[in-house]
């Protein structure tokens, strides 16, 4: 059964950094593609950012060139490295498998103001 859990969110000012962890048990990290996925207040939950269990990475154009995603797979972990914060990277940040339905974690909180 697969399990997710996001850590590492708080409050941050424009301009400052914050590093998300995805913690997943269930799940066997040497082939599967993970993401980042994030949800604004009133929008939808929208992907941004992927790293293949190769560790080939894609990132959406607003995230680009600020946040790095990696990986551990003998720690069955994920890290989004945030850069460069600001205010519209507001939301929640949430992990998850891509192209296999998986259940979701509770989210970690990410907000950026002064």
């Known amino acids: 059964q697969v399990h997710i859990v996001e850590s590492g969110g708080g409050l941050v000012q424009p301009g400052g950094s914050l590093r998300l962890s995805c913690a997943a048990s269930?799940?066997?990290?040497?082939?599967?593609?993970m993401g980042w996925y994030r949800q604004a207040p009133g929008k939808q939950r929208d992907l941004f950012a992927h790293?293949?269990?190769?560790?080939?990475?894609t990132y959406a154009n607003a995230v680009k060139g600020r946040f790095t995603i990696s990986r551990d797979n003998a720690k069955n972990t994920m890290y989004l490295q945030m850069n460069s914060l600001k205010p519209e990277d507001t939301a929640v940040y949430y992990c998850?498998?891509?192209?296999?339905?998986?259940?979701w974690g509770q989210g970690t909180q990410v907000t950026v103001s002064s």
């Open positions: 998850n498998i891509i192209g296999v339905p998986a259940p």
């Open positions: 790293i293949m269990h190769s560790g080939q990475t």
């Open positions: 269930g799940i066997d990290w040497n082939v599967v593609t």
